[in-house]
T-cell receptor
Framework: NAGVTQTPKFQVLKTGQSMTLQCAQD?????MSWYRQDPGMGLRLIHY???????DQGEVPNGYNVSRSTTEDFPLRLLSAAPSQTSVYFC?????????????FGPGTRLTVT | GENVEQHPSTLSVQEGDSAVIKCTYS??????FPWYKQELGKRPQLIID?????GEKKDQRIAVTLNKTAKHFSLHITETQPEDSAVYFC??????????FGSGTRLSIRP
């Protein structure tokens, strides 16, 4: 299993540009999430999904869109990049059996907006 | 929604001593409390977790305690070693819902 994969690893955007961060998992996990991690700060939830076709907002959803058309993929779209979106973005997937909900994180995408 | 607060933000301990990190949560429906370790430049990884029907759980040198009445839980690391240096995150999750993380604790182990 490749686990959770993210592309690209690094990206530089100019203010106002749009792009999509890709995330895929091959563990048949129903839950997928996007987090951002700013320098010296914690992991803040952007959007999450509890299954194909179902998405919901997290703590900091503004400026980002998501969709979940398949179990495997959960892309994150930046609509109009701003310098405040400079961060490391982590995608995570998990399987909840009602007792545990262990998050498996991807390697991250480091995004810089100039 | 759920809100998780974590303290301290930085912690420095002598090698061999114990380290304690504390978290509080706001949503009484939360029933799952994991702890993640993130080494420099790497992704977070689960090190231990606890459910709300358990008060304490131990795995070798690490242990977690949970007080549901007070809505707080703690991570205890005993006999600290240099490889314990990392950022540690607590988190809380209601059933079948999103996981909210604390702001992290940077733990440094002094030789």
């Amino acid at each position: 299993n490749a686990g959770v994969t993210q592309t690209p690893k690094f990206q530089v955007l100019k203010t106002g540009q749009s792009m999509t961060l890709q995330c895929a998992q091959d563990m048949n996990h129903e839950y997928m999430s996007w987090y951002r991690q700013d320098p010296g700060m914690g992991l803040r939830l952007i959007h999450y999904s509890v299954g194909a076709g179902i998405t919901d907002q997290g703590e900091v959803p503004n400026g980002y869109n998501v969709s979940r058309s398949t179990t495997e993929d959960f892309p994150l779209r930046l609509l109009s990049a701003a310098p405040s979106q400079t961060s490391v973005y982590f995608c995570a997937s998990s399987y909840s059996d009602g007792r545990r909900n262990e998050q498996y994180f991807g390697p991250g995408t480091r995004l810089t907006v100039t | 929604g759920e809100n998780v607060e974590q303290h301290p933000s930085t912690l420095s301990v002598q090698e061999g001593d114990s380290a304690v990190i504390k978290c509080t949560y706001s949503d009484s429906a939360s029933n799952y409390f994991p702890w993640y370790k993130q080494e420099l430049g790497k992704r977070p990884q689960l090190i231990i977790d606890i459910r709300s029907n358990v008060g304490e759980k131990k795995d070798q040198r690490i242990a977690v305690t949970l007080n549901k009445t007070a809505k707080h839980f703690s991570l205890h690391i005993t006999e600290t070693q240099p490889e314990d240096s990392a950022v540690y995150f607590c988190a809380a999750s209601p059933p079948a819902s999103k996981i909210i993380f604390g702001s992290g604790t940077r733990l440094s182990i002094r030789p």
